[in-house]
Structure formats: C-alpha cells, structure tokens
C-alpha cells in the first residue's frame, strides 16, 4: 500500500537531483 507514495517521493528526489547536476553544469 506504502510501496506507491514511496515511490512517487524517490522519483522526485531523483529527478531534483538530477535538475542540480544539470543546473551546475550549465553553470
């Protein structure tokens, strides 16, 4: 029952990651 939101919350910590990396490689 937990497994969804869990992975809904990972996808968005990696995805904003994934937005820090490309924000400090454009920089």
Do not use: F
């Not at 939101?5 to 820090?20: G, H, L, P």
């Amino acid at each position: 029952m937990n497994n969804r939101s869990q992975m809904k919350s990972r996808m968005r910590a990696v995805t904003s990651r994934m937005v820090e990396m490309k924000q400090k490689q454009a920089i």
